[in-house]
């Protein structure tokens, strides 16, 4: 059974440029959220799907969105990218729309802005 | 911000018990206490959690004292692989998968 599959594993773009990451979760999960974790922190939460719609939202700009596809994948799209949106960006997924007790996570993607 | 504090960092012996202590002075009645930890480029893994009891699995066991403002995890005979950041976490379940993660604890487990 493979757990939460993110792609890429590395990405590099430069300032302005637009970046779409991409999750598969966990075989019976139907729920997704996206975190940023900077370099010597804690992950940030950034959003969550459920039903292919947005349900929770983190503090972060409208740059960042996401979609969910009918077979719970998702995708993580930032645009106009910052240098301080280098980060390492993780996926989490769960069943029961969220509200189960453990949540799973990916190994992430490493994005780096230039 | 996060609603809980811990040390930065702590060192551990090789097959000793590790007692990572956090404090949540703040939390609320149906608010959990959970566990994560997160092994050099890999994602958070869920390590265990609890409401009001303790708790014990096959990674660790959560001590939380009876007024539920402090916690802590023990890992029972700790092992180089066990060397991970450890993060406390206060959850309520109807915020779903919105985890709020302080700076965690990094705990060194040496030979």
């Known amino acids: 059974d493979a757990g939460v599959t993110q792609s890429p594993t590395h990405l590099i773009k430069t300032r302005g440029q637009q970046v779409t990451l991409r999750c598969s979760p966990k075989?019976?999960?139907?729920?997704v959220s996206w975190y940023q974790q900077a370099l010597g922190q804690g992950p940030q939460f950034i959003f969550q799907?459920?039903?292919?719609?947005?349900?929770q939202r983190g503090n972060f700009p409208d740059r960042f969105s996401g979609h969910q596809f009918p077979n719970y994948s998702s995708e993580l799209n930032v645009n106009a990218l910052l240098l301080g949106d280098s980060a390492l960006y993780l996926c989490a997924s769960s069943p029961t729309g969220g509200y189960d007790e453990k949540l799973f996570f990916g190994s992430g993607t490493q994005l780096s802005v230039l | 911000d996060a609603k809980t504090t811990q040390p930065p960092s702590m060192d551990c012996a090789e097959g000793r018990a590790a007692n990572l202590p956090c404090n949540h002075s703040t939390i609320s009645g149906n608010e959990y206490v959970y566990w994560y930890r997160q092994i050099h480029s890999q994602g958070p893994q869920y390590i265990i959690h609890?409401?009001?009891n303790n708790e014990t699995n096959e990674m660790a066991s959560l001590i939380i004292t009876e007024d539920r403002k402090s916690s802590t995890l023990i890992l029972p005979h700790a092992t180089l692989r066990d060397t991970a950041v450890y993060y406390c976490i206060v959850r309520l379940m109807e915020y779903g998968n919105k985890l709020v993660f302080g700076a965690g604890t990094i705990l060194r487990v040496k030979s």
């Open positions: 075989s019976g999960h139907d729920t």
């Open positions: 799907y459920y039903e292919e719609e947005e349900r």
């Open positions: 609890g409401l009001k």
